[in-house]
């Protein structure tokens, strides 16, 4: 048989499940009531190819040759966008296991792959895999999508032995709409836990082979064309938000790096802020029911973060300069000591919530049926109005309002800035944060310098005031230390107020600076103003 050259862009989810959950999801009714004819199984033995620089894996492409039966596969694909389900890929029949360039004839797949030669390319890893494939139909005439229904269960390996264990379900659109994909994870979520997992068997084969643990991501530019609508706008920015969350889900899981959970606030954050700023553009009950569970999983997050910043920014710093006795004698260091023992065993225990939440059931629901909602435009849903008929217009036309309404917001909470309280000023950042992802969202429409630089002293200042934010919380902590009914140390409470006052004293003197980077935000030029675009 002979197989063509293919290029195509591959729409898939990957759900993560228990291996003695497979049998039970290939015949609960969601597939087996949907599929027609016997299921196909097979072996894929597929050799995952980069140079010893890693430059593919730099450049987010990935090259492997799959062994089917007696044949083999060439298969490129490229970079997915952070949230998006789609990504380009291109298959070439080549005439053994080593990957054969030349069989590639797409410019893109070329451009993707650089000056890359097959000389400098090395096997990485490999995966076994036994996949049994369902195809089922939801739905009904032209509004019906197909689903490639993929059990894969099998392992990934390193040429030094090392293997992980893969069990996990795969949904590939093959025809209709993105949105049926999630449909189908929420029925088969019914049958048996799952949860989704965006990380390849690339990346995880890269991982392996490198020795490497998962990383913390940051969130990153988004890309808006000018002729974008404003739902399309909606869509990208909402799917790069939740991805964004999403691409930091197994490093906090681990819980060796606390950069983890912050980036996954970070994302809920920007996902609460980008829900308020098209707030005219969602139905309310909707809106509701997405900043309730933004909510609820950001409450889920918040003591985890807040706690590995007392110890970290506010603990560490003072354990650091204190390296003396009081006067009684007694160190100093020991009682400080004592409070930050204290405050990780806190620690622990939030970090036990944040692993509780993520691996819940109304966690994978509410990413499941968000996905729903973003793929089948919910937004839609609502009776015509001035604000829904405009879904449909240039988001250009309507950013500059946006942004200038989020800039007023927050010129006016910082009015009479020197005066403000420590509650008022919280209220200033938050407002403060808002512009900054406002601007973050749409700075692809606008001139990048300008757009850079407002958002850095945008950053710079609300940073700033985040560590009097942080100040103000370490004090609410101190009190909760032992709300659980543990007993303190005898020198804890000193160390706390040591803590508190070494801080205060350093908010005081920072005073000045914050309010000349107060009257550099009152005074800067908007970056957003239709005559500098022009201009």
């Keep these: 048989m002979v197989v063509e050259a293919e290029s195509n862009r591959e729409t898939e989810l990957k759900l993560a499940v228990r291996a003695e959950d497979m049998a039970k999801l290939r015949s609960c009714p969601a597939v087996a009531s949907r599929a027609k004819g016997k299921a196909a199984t097979k072996t894929l033995e597929s050799t995952y190819y980069d140079t010893a620089d890693r430059r593919l894996a730099g450049r987010l492409v990935t090259l492997r040759v799959r062994k089917v039966g007696n044949q083999y596969l060439q298969t490129v694909k490229g970079a997915p966008e952070r949230g998006e389900l789609g990504r380009a890929e291109w298959e070439h029949p080549v005439a053994g296991p080593a990957p054969d360039l030349s069989a590639i004839e797409s410019p893109e797949a070329l451009d ?65 709409s993105a949105a049926a994909l999630y449909d189908l994870a929420l029925e088969l ?40 609508t404003v739902e399309g706008a909606l869509a990208r920015i909402l799917r790069s938000c939740i991805g964004h969350m999403l691409a930091n889900e197994a490093v906090t899981l681990i819980g060796e790096d606390t950069e983890g959970v912050h980036q996954m606030r970070v994302a809920l954050r920007r996902l609460r802020s980008a829900l308020a700023l098209f707030k005219d553009f969602i139905p309310a009950d909707s809106y509701a029911w997405l900043v309730g569970e933004v909510k609820w999983l950001g409450g889920s997050l918040g003591p985890a973060r807040d706690w590995d910043v007392f110890l970290a920014e506010l603990l560490e710093p003072v354990k650091d300069s204190f390296h003396r006795a009081d006067g009684h004698g007694k160190p100093l260091q020991e009682d400080i000591d004592a409070l930050a023992a204290a405050a990780r065993a806190r620690r622990d225990r939030a970090y036990e919530g944040v692993r509780e939440a993520i691996r819940s059931e109304r966690y994978t629901s509410f990413l499941l049926k968000f996905g729903t909602w973003v793929e089948s435009r919910g937004w839609r849903d609502q009776p015509v109005s001035e604000h829904s008929a405009r879904l449909f217009d240039p988001v250009e036309d309507l950013a500059d309002h946006l942004l200038s309404r989020r800039a007023k917001k927050a010129r006016r909470a910082g009015h009479g800035f020197a005066s403000l309280s420590v509650t008022e000023r919280h209220e200033l950042r938050i407002a403060l944060k808002k512009l900054r992802y406002a601007a973050e969202f749409f700075r692809s429409l606008y001139d990048d310098k300008p757009a850079r630089r407002y958002i850095q002293d945008l950053s710079a200042f609300q940073d700033a005031l985040g560590h009097l934010n942080d100040v103000a919380t370490a004090t609410r902590l101190l009190h909760e230390l032992h709300d659980d009914g543990s007993r303190p140390e005898p020198g804890e409470p000193r160390a706390a107020g040591i803590v508190i006052g070494w801080h205060a004293r350093g908010v005081a003197e920072s005073e000045p600076a914050l309010r000349d980077l107060w009257k550099e935000f009152a005074d800067a030029k908007a970056f957003w103003s239709k005559p500098d675009r022009e201009g």
């Design 189 to 228: 979520a019914q049958a048996a836990p799952l949860r989704l997992d965006p990380r390849t068997k690339a990346e995880r084969g890269y991982a392996l082979a490198d020795g490497s643990v998962d990383k913390v991501v940051k969130a990153g530019k988004l890309e808006l064309d000018r002729d974008t």
């Design 112 to 176: 993707l792959l650089g000056s890359i030669s097959a000389a400098e390319l090395q096997p990485l890893f490999t995966t076994l895999i036994q996949r049994t494939v369902r195809v089922v139909t939801l739905g009904e005439g032209e509004s019906a999508s197909r689903i490639e229904v993929a059990f894969d269960s099998g392992e990934i390996r390193a040429p030094d032995g090392a293997s992980i264990p893969v069990s996990e379900v795969e949904l590939e659109l093959l025809e209709g």
